[in-house]
């Protein structure tokens, strides 16, 4: 099963530090400081000396999104989204009227000053448009995620991660690596504490990745890999690259993970991954674990005919809780 299989990679890296940029000084009256003028704010002046004025605007905004989010509608996206791998985090804030804000940090206290912007939802997408003219690289920078909606759970997901995402809910349904992946993804803080049930809503082009009952399939090609692995953990195995007897049109897609089918032989730990899908064939990598890969005494090998499975498939487990401790209260 996947536990044995290190395939999640929790790798997540921020450039370079906030730029330094000093407090902006209280005006001078004819007799001293003026003292009607505005004080400064103690977050961005005194807690972050070197933060933009931009980074105000988002603390202040943020703050009040965070002050009613707890009375949101279900419905409405606006609300505080984060993600905390263990090293390195983020913050995405959303207001009801496309206001959008995001901030960097990271355990080592390196960050970015929080930074502004706007935000729309396209086919079921959140675009997001940051400024980041004072509180980064120069220009706009866009942010894209794709809206998963789970029981009363949001999450935001990078287009890329909705498949990887699918395919561990495919192989081993809610167990402990599909947990750490959703953990790397942002996440609306609001109902964080909330057990997470049922199926997730997923837009119309993922509908068909989940699979009640594993899909059953044959390999019609097989040959031997020489190729030096990308993984380290695969190096002494026997690898090979395999086509399937089916694709997109029976559920099939890149990144869906194969295993062996245990009926055909016991005893010995396949497993693999669809690289790519034609309508009706689908290519990919399998790889037979050394020692336990053996059956009858004589080493397993693979070929044409041979039975792997989509994994266990996916039907609705009994409610899991995703909160963790540490995390922000909601």
């Not at 980064?136 to 029981?151: A, N």
């Not at 504490?193 to 993922?206: D, I, N, Q, R, V």
Request: with cysteine.
């Amino acid at each position: 099963m996947l536990d044995r299989v290190h395939v999640i990679v929790l790798a997540a890296t921020f450039a370079s530090a906030a730029v330094r940029a000093g407090a902006a000084q209280p005006p001078m009256g004819v007799d001293g400081p003026d003292t009607a003028a505005t004080p400064p704010r103690p977050r961005c002046v005194m807690r972050e000396p070197h933060a933009f004025e931009q980074s105000c605007a988002y603390l202040d905004r943020r703050d009040a999104i965070a002050a009613a989010d707890a009375d949101g509608s279900a419905d409405s996206l606006e609300g505080i989204y984060d993600v905390h791998t263990g090293t390195v985090g983020a913050e995405l804030a959303l207001g009801d009227d496309g206001w959008a804000g995001y901030h960097e940090s990271s355990d080592a206290g390196v960050g970015r000053a929080g930074i502004t912007g706007r935000y729309a939802v396209r086919d079921g997408r959140l675009v997001v448009d940051l400024d980041r003219s004072t509180g980064g690289p120069r220009g706009s920078s866009r942010l894209e995620y794709v809206v998963v909606r789970w029981s009363r759970h949001v999450f935001l997901i990078p287009p890329a991660g909705v498949d990887e995402l699918l395919a561990m809910l495919d192989l081993e349904g809610l167990a402990g690596t599909t947990i750490l992946e959703l953990h790397q993804h942002m996440q609306r803080r609001r109902h964080r504490a909330e057990p997470l049930c049922g199926s997730p809503e997923l837009p119309p082009e993922w509908q068909g990745h989940l699979h009640p009952d594993p899909l059953r399939l044959v390999l019609v090609d097989a040959r031997i890999d020489d190729s030096a692995p990308s993984n380290p953990y695969l190096a002494d195995m026997r690898r090979y690259r395999v086509t399937v007897d089916a694709g997109s049109a029976d559920g099939v897609f890149a990144g869906m993970w194969l295993e062996g089918d245990p009926a055909q032989f016991p005893g010995a730990d396949i497993f693999g991954q669809v690289d790519d899908v034609d309508l009706h064939r689908a290519r990919g990598r399998v790889a037979i674990l050394g020692d336990r890969g053996k059956a009858r005494g004589a080493v397993v090998s693979i070929g044409k005919g041979t039975r792997v499975t989509s994994g266990r498939g996916w039907r609705p487990d009994a409610c899991v809780s995703l909160q963790r401790s540490g995390d922000p209260a909601p």
